[in-house]
């Protein structure tokens, strides 16, 4: 149960886009549809983005979206705006009722 | 609306037992699978536990395997996990999260409340 790997951090500037990877294996991110993604906010409760590698909760802008290739997943941002500074983590199904989170990527807007 | 309400969270010692408790509403709470999650200080999010709708086995990662148990009352809509044998890496807001059923994402977060192991 190891974290899945994602950079510490990243950055753009507003309306720039960025994108964010998670690289598992073939036990979680690459072997699962089950792939979401979160942004937290310092203090506040995780939000989810992205369910099911690509599809966005209700609410969730469409400059938000999700992708899979083999056992990376990635999430990209465009149009970027300071709001959108915070945490985010993947999350991936890794089989038999169990789960992992990637380490996490702080977003700073420039 | 949907709303999860965290509480039984404090200071412990090494080595002693809290149970938390989540108290949902807003939802079908006897249809829905629920998750514990936890972040340590400066640290990420870590799956801690899973309880299915059924109730039946809990499933939790290594960490806590053996130490922890989750468990849930469906006649009060209540969710607990009972820590037992605390570390000081316990430490953590520990946050109650429904499942989204059909995909495995978490939907709904509760505010999350503050367990500190320290003598």
């Known amino acids: 149960q190891s974290a899945l790997t994602q950079p510490r951090s990243v950055s753009g500037s507003p309306g720039q886009s960025v994108t964010i990877s998670c690289t598992g294996t073939?036990?979680?991110?690459?072997?699962?549809?089950?792939i979401s993604w979160y942004q937290h906010h310092p203090g506040k409760a995780p939000k989810l983005m992205i369910y099911?590698?690509?599809n966005r909760p209700s609410g969730v802008p469409d400059r938000f979206s999700g992708s899979k290739s083999g056992n990376t997943a990635s999430l990209t941002i465009s149009g970027l705006q300071a709001e959108d500074e915070a945490d985010y983590y993947c999350?991936?199904?890794?089989?038999?009722?169990?789960?992992?989170f990637g380490g996490g990527t702080k977003l700073t807007v420039l | 609306q949907v709303q999860l309400v965290e509480s039984g969270g404090g200071v412990v010692q090494p080595g002693g037992s809290l149970r938390l408790s989540c108290a949902a509403s807003g939802f079908t709470f006897s249809s829905c699978g629920m998750h514990w999650v936890r972040q340590a200080p400066g640290k990420g999010l870590e799956w801690v536990t899973f309880i299915q709708s059924t109730g039946g086995n809990d499933h939790s990662a290594d960490s806590v395997k053996g130490r922890f148990t989750i468990s849930r009352d469906i006649s009060k809509n209540t969710l607990y996990l009972q820590m037992n044998s605390l570390r000081a890496e316990d430490t953590a807001v520990y946050y109650c999260?429904?499942?989204?059923?059909?995909?495995?994402?978490?939907?709904?977060w509760g505010q999350g409340t503050l367990v500190t192991v320290s003598s």
């Open positions: 999260v429904k499942d989204k059923h059909g995909d495995f994402s978490l939907d709904y």
């Open positions: 999350y991936s199904y890794a089989g038999s009722y169990t789960w992992v």
């Open positions: 073939s036990s979680d991110v690459g072997g699962y549809k089950y």
């Open positions: 099911g590698v690509s």
